[in-house]
């Protein structure tokens, strides 16, 4: 079984910062795509960022020049830098990690953008 812990949500104002993580443990080989989505209320979990085993990239055209996705293959672990955080940011956002065959997903962490 694999389980996925998020970390790094909270409360922050415009134009602030957060950084999200999220660790996979359990019995696996490697890992695949990493991702994450976020759902905002009333609307659909959408794509935020996804990063490839070998670091290939892709954004929303959203996000893209203010967040920043990395991983550490080492710590099976994928991040989310946030910056100019900005109001319609705010949702559940959620991890996704993929070890073929299968698809794992975080449990989500809140971000909150206050204006």
């Known amino acids: 079984q694999v389980q996925l812990v998020e970390s790094g949500g909270g409360l922050v104002q415009v134009g602030g910062s957060l950084r999200l993580s999220c660790a996979a443990s359990g019995r696996f080989f490697s890992i695949n795509g990493m991702g994450w989505y976020r759902q905002a209320p009333g609307k659909q979990r959408d794509l935020v960022a996804a990063?490839?085993?070998?670091?290939?990239?892709n954004y929303a055209d959203s996000v893209k020049g203010r967040f920043t996705i990395s991983r550490d293959n080492a710590k099976n672990t994928v991040y989310l830098q946030m910056n100019s955080l900005k109001p319609e940011d705010t949702a559940v956002y959620y991890c996704r990690v993929t070890i073929l065959p299968d698809t794992y997903w975080g449990q989500g962490t809140q971000v909150t953008v206050s204006s």
């Open positions: 990063i490839t085993r070998n670091g290939i990239t």
